[in-house]
């Protein structure tokens, strides 16, 4: 079963702006990883974050998790209209010893020019 | 980065028949590779999980009889939809980790029409 559930279902900006997706999940994890897809194409791992981070940046992305609440954020700056896309969260659950994703229902992005 | 190919990218099929799907890591040795199907709009859903040399292990609703998978070295695992019907029409898509690395390397992705 999914155990992440994101939220907006679907966010539509102008470039340049920011674009924030959340992420809460149910159980302990181990860690959370934002991955990207097009349209039609594979995943591209975006960012992890340990269960022990509180936050993570990398480029233009910043990603929070506040396991108090089990609910991560990813924070897109200055949006391009490449980065239209869905997002997707998934957690490693704590107990898991084999790398097993739990993906979230995903977010699709859309950045206008 | 690593990198994890599938073959064939886009397959239609008639019902009845059985497709099979490659994933191969392609500059790296996975221990474990992933299968996931994802129907549109919709997120991924692991299928199964599946060790090299040893037999998959299957998500609960996922009939391993049906989807029939190898993973006979550390650089290829297949999947075998068998007595395909449309309702396999899906999106399949296979990641590969490494026992060294927390990330996993996602295939492009397998496009099934079942007509």
């Known amino acids: 079963s999914q155990q992440g559930e994101e939220d907006p279902q679907a966010l539509s900006i102008q470039e340049g702006e920011n674009a924030t997706m959340n992420c809460s999940y149910k159980t302990s994890i181990n860690n959370l990883q934002w991955y990207r897809q097009n349209s039609g194409r594979g995943l591209v791992h975006l960012i992890l974050?340990?269960?022990?981070?509180r936050e993570k940046h990398s480029g233009r992305l910043r990603v929070t998790l506040d396991t108090s609440k089990k609910s991560s954020s990813l924070l897109i700056t200055a949006s391009r209209a490449a980065d239209t896309a869905s997002y997707f969260c998934?957690?490693?659950?704590?107990?898991?010893?084999?790398?097993?994703?739990?993906f979230g229902q995903g977010t699709t992005l859309q950045v206008k020019p | 980065g690593a990198v994890v190919s599938q073959h064939p990218s886009r397959v239609i099929c008639k019902s009845g028949t059985s497709v099979k799907i490659e994933c191969r890591s392609l500059d790296f040795q996975a221990t474990t590779m992933f299968w996931y199907r994802q129907f549109p709009k919709q997120s991924l859903m692991l299928m199964a999980t599946s060790n090299e040399g040893s037999k998959a292990t299957y998500e609960q609703g996922v009939e391993k009889d049906k989807f029939l998978i190898n993973h006979a070295s550390l650089t290829l695992s297949t999947l075998t939809v068998t007595s395909a019907h449309p309702e396999d029409s899906s999106f399949y898509i296979c990641?590969?980790?490494?026992?060294?690395?927390?990330?996993?390397?996602f295939g492009p992705g397998t496009r099934l029409t079942v007509l």
């Open positions: 990641s590969a980790e490494s026992g060294a690395k927390v990330e996993q390397f």
């Open positions: 974050i340990r269960s022990n981070e």
């Open positions: 998934a957690t490693v659950l704590g107990s898991s010893n084999t790398g097993k994703l739990i």
